[in-house]
């Protein structure tokens, strides 16, 4: 696969990490390229970059409450004893997880996994990317990530 | 058996920690540590019998923990719990003295496959 992963896949891809490693499978319920608001609800971002001879950036974000609940769920501990540091945790391990996942549906993708990185915007990307929102009906957890075609 | 579980996430060590419960292996006492430099030297103090590694973490990489392990002499079992399961990066492992690779996002019976002979 030399194209970007379609916004159907990038959702099965995600669903099936969350499904497998705490089972939360999420529905995809927008291809749309909107980023994810700079005001309230607060959102968390965490990007990982996929260096080589075609440089990309995997990115995730979720709102407040939902990156509470997925801390709290893989944590395994109560949602009001999760703090700032394990919600960064959290999705710093899901994204790791989520482009390795993005890295072997392009298969043809000998790159290297960088580190997760916490940050607090994600600007418009000027060259071509897919993004998807996801939607666990259950508990109301929003997942957005991306795969944008550049380092960010 | 004695465990350690190396990984530069919490959240993923808790959750290795839960997967090794569900999978029957609650009785072995565990140890953590958050990257391969600190693995190292508790490696060095406390003797594990099992090494859990993830690949990719700051200060030391899981590839260079168990290659100066191996070059110091030192044959603990060492596994690796990893985002990249490619044919590639498991070769390397094996190449490297692991025991087998273990691609994230793993399910209790990838744990019972893999460490079924290792922990009974």
């Keep these: ?152 | 058996m004695k465990i350690m579980i190396v990984d530069d996430s919490r959240a993923m060590r808790m959750i290795v920690r839960r997967t090794l419960r569900n999978a029957g292996y609650e009785q072995h006492p565990i140890v953590e540590a958050s990257n391969g430099r600190e693995a190292l030297q508790l490696i060095r103090e406390t003797s594990p019998d099992l090494v859990l590694a993830d690949w990719n973490m700051p200060e030391m990489s899981g590839i260079e923990l168990i290659t100066t392990l191996r070059s110091e002499g030192n044959p603990v079992k060492f596994g690796f719990i990893t985002t990249e399961g490619s044919q590639e990066r498991t070769a390397m492992a094996l190449g490297e003295g692991a025991l087998f690779l273990i691609a994230k996002p793993f399910t209790v019976e990838d744990f019972k496959l893999k460490m079924g002979g290792l922990l009974g």
């Design chain 1, 1 to 152: 696969m030399t194209e970007l992963p379609s916004p159907q896949l990038l959702a099965t891809l995600v669903s099936g990490v969350t499904d497998t490693m705490f089972g939360m499978s999420f529905n995809l319920s927008d291809e749309g390229k909107e980023l994810p608001r700079e005001e309230p609800p607060v959102w968390h971002r965490v990007v990982l970059p996929i260096s080589g001879q075609w440089p990309l950036t995997v990115a995730i974000a979720s709102d407040s409450q939902g990156a509470n609940v997925l801390a709290h769920t893989m944590f395994s501990c109560p949602v009001d004893e999760v703090d700032g540091g394990m919600v960064n945790d959290a999705l710093s391990e899901l994204v790791n997880i989520i482009a390795g996942q993005v890295k072997g549906a392009m298969s043809d993708l000998q790159q290297t996994l960088g580190l997760p990185l916490v940050v607090d915007s994600i600007a418009a990307p000027a060259g071509k990317w897919r993004a998807a929102t996801l939607k666990n009906d259950a508990s109301h957890v929003v997942i957005w990530v991306a795969i944008i075609d550049r380092a960010v």
